[in-house]
């Protein structure tokens, strides 16, 4: 097989509260041998707020953004869902408008880029098993994951809504998603079906409505753990952020303890493939990672 | 061509209540054989005609444009009259289970209380707000560019899968939700309207306006018309600013932040856009998390906060291409 070679978009939760993510997934890359190019040059994707203030800067940054993968001649991956969805909604909406395209691109030529529409964007989970394959990954399995009931969550942005996912990225069912309860069951675990594995866990709403997120997190904390979950994985690190460090808010909302181990989808295909718990950042994890 | 018709065994559990006889409700099982060629809302006539004659269920035109017969197939949000059941055979296997839009606003079956949908539809002042001249001279025409600017929002039927999906429809009372939203839009993207506003006002009410979205978007998902609420909402937030609407509360902060953050670091500043939305008294309530991030190295400290390389072009790029003010 051709190595594979992917420019990563980290966003800003890599860089700041979620350092396990961009390591793990680092460590992961170097086991599989593929080959990460970092878009150094990237500014935050606006993270699905910024547009709610100022639509066409978003679409100017984002577009700039992708501009760098294309110079490189690269695909595009992303390790956050949000990421993903303003990432592949730029590039949807200047592929199918021409006059915002010309607008867009009028702007970026005062810094000397240029948006053509070249690199694809995708979620680093679907460059793992659409590009480099589920069989691939479990033929290289050194620690299966065979003890282990995990609990699969989603993420919207991810999954939803299926006209933009099928044009980039996995292409999900958003009602019966499979990826990583296949990726699970690669890995040698079990994985957990539960009711909210492709619901909201609120983080956008926080600050502004923190009941209803403290809700979304603590119900799907709930369902996962009365579902027998030992932990929990998610290829979001603002899921992750949410169900990880939010548990005592969620806790009171739903009037239940629930407070479980979260993993990033990296950290989990990291663990199996034998991949050490320094490597994978483990102790950077508020809900404490007790069972390695 | 006409492809061959294929029969598939089938069991449906089927969620049973009546509001005025059954403490709680049930689900019974239902197996039949079905073809490719049936949709939901035929196995919901089988099951009143073959099973039970007291089976209730709402549905009129059976054409997809009276949204009445709106229920859930395992979770999935459907119109009954239009959903093949070979698709959700594929989708989910051959065990489906169906209930009513919402269980706890249920009265007999499948069949809702949609109050609180009429009511949120009736606040954001669902009509033209204008003043027509009754004995005009000439016809008031409207363009096609202008017509389009609706986006398709005037399609709506109004069936209540959008709202019932709605995550916060179900934990936060006040919200007005997807459907409405998307009405509210309809109107404000009308030209001959002038309530704009006023219904600016409505939807930018912390609790129950557009600011409580949560961006999960299953009612663009849910949406058997395409009428994309989601998109609706984003204009409406968009609108908000551009009106000079914006109330200076978290929420308006959080949004705009990101423009600072970005224009200082290219990346966000993560604690910063907390203290700037919540304000200096507000963020202290996040302090104790914080001081739990901390101990565990998820908190970057200002003077170490990451930048973009070729940050001069971030910044040009925000001054020269900012089309919005706060
Ligand atoms: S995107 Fe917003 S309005 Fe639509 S379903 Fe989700 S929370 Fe409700
Ligand atoms: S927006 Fe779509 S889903 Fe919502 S009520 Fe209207 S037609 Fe139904
Ligand atoms: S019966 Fe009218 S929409 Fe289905």
Redesign the pocket.
């Known amino acids: 097989m051709k190595q594979l070679e992917y420019a990563l978009f980290t966003g800003c939760t890599a860089k700041e509260s979620t350092p396990e993510q961009l390591m793990s997934t680092y460590a992961v890359a170097n086991k599989l041998g593929i080959k990460i190019v970092e878009l150094v040059e990237a500014s935050c994707c606006g993270a699905s707020h910024l547009q709610d203030y100022d639509d066409f800067l978003s679409l100017v940054l984002n577009a700039r953004n992708i501009a760098y993968a294309e110079k490189r001649g690269m695909t595009m991956i992303t390790i956050c869902n949000t990421c993903q969805i303003n990432t592949a909604m730029t590039k949807h909406r200047l592929d199918h408008d021409a006059a915002l395209k010309a607008r867009v691109n009028e702007k970026l030529a005062e810094v000397g880029l240029e948006y053509k529409g070249t690199s694809e964007i995708k979620h680093f989970l679907y460059a793992l098993i659409d590009d480099f394959g589920l069989d691939q990954i479990q033929s290289m399995v050194s620690v299966p994951l065979s003890q282990f009931n995990i609990a699969p969550f989603y993420g919207?942005h991810n999954i939803r809504p299926s006209e933009l996912q099928h044009e980039s990225n996995g292409g999900e069912n958003p009602y019966n998603p499979r990826s990583l309860d296949d990726l699970i069951a690669a890995l040698g675990g079990k994985s957990v079906d539960y009711e909210e594995k492709n619901k909201?866990c609120g983080f956008h709403?926080e600050l502004q409505a923190p009941h209803t997120a403290a809700m979304l997190t603590g119900k799907a904390l709930m369902g996962a753990m009365d579902q027998n979950a030992d932990w929990m994985v998610t290829p979001c690190p603002l899921c992750h952020l949410k169900l990880d460090t939010q548990y005592a808010h969620a806790s009171k909302a739903v009037g239940r303890d629930v407070k479980m181990p979260v993993l990033h989808m990296q950290q989990m295909v990291g663990l199996a493939l034998g991949c050490s718990k320094e490597e994978l950042g483990l102790k950077h994890h508020v809900s404490e990672v007790n069972f390695i | 061509m006409v492809s061959e018709i294929t029969t598939t065994r089938v069991t449906f559990k089927v969620f049973r209540f009546n509001m005025e006889t059954d403490y709680l409700p049930y689900y019974k099982t239902y197996e039949m054989d079905v073809t490719s060629e049936e949709v939901v809302l035929d196995i919901l006539n089988r099951i009143k005609w073959e099973f039970d004659g007291s089976f209730s269920y709402r549905r009129s035109c059976r054409h997809g444009i009276c949204g009445a017969c709106a229920i859930k197939v395992n979770g999935k949000g459907v119109l009954a009259c239009k959903e093949r059941i070979n698709d959700l055979i594929a989708m989910f296997g051959t065990e489906l289970r169906f209930d009513p839009l919402s269980e706890k606003r249920a009265i007999k079956d499948m069949i809702i209380d949609k109050k609180d949908f009429w009511v949120k539809h009736e606040q954001v002042n669902p009509y033209l707000d204008s003043h027509i001249e009754e004995h005009p001279d000439m016809e008031c025409a409207v363009t096609p560019a202008q017509a389009e600017a609706l986006l398709d929002a005037d399609y709506c039927i109004q069936c209540g899968l959008?709202h019932y999906?709605?995550?916060?429809?179900e934990i936060n009372e006040e919200?007005i939700?997807?459907a409405a939203?998307a009405k509210a839009y309809r109107f404000n993207a009308d030209v001959r309207d002038d309530g704009i506003d006023h219904r600016i006002d409505i939807i930018n009410a912390p609790g129950a306006g557009?600011w409580?979205?949560?961006?999960?978007?299953?009612?663009?998902q849910?949406c058997p018309k395409e009428v994309d609420?989601?998109e609706k909402?984003t204009k409406l937030h968009n609108q908000v600013f551009e009106h000079g609407r914006a109330l200076n509360n978290v929420a308006t902060r959080h949004a705009v932040g990101f423009a600072h953050s970005i224009k200082k670091h290219g990346l966000l500043d993560e604690g910063e856009l907390v203290r700037y939305s919540e304000g200096n008294l507000g963020v202290m309530k996040h302090v104790p998390v914080a001081i739990k991030m901390f101990t565990k190295g998820k908190i970057v400290l200002p003077w170490n906060m990451p930048k973009s390389e070729n940050l001069d072009e971030i910044q040009k790029l925000v001054k020269s291409s900012s089309t919005a003010k706060f």
Do not use: L, Q, R
Not at chain 2, 212 to 220: A, H, L, M, R, S
């Open positions: 919207c909201c709403a | 959008c999906s709605c995550p916060v429809i919200y939700g997807p939203f557009v409580d979205c949560v961006k999960c978007y299953e009612c663009t849910v609420p989601f909402i």
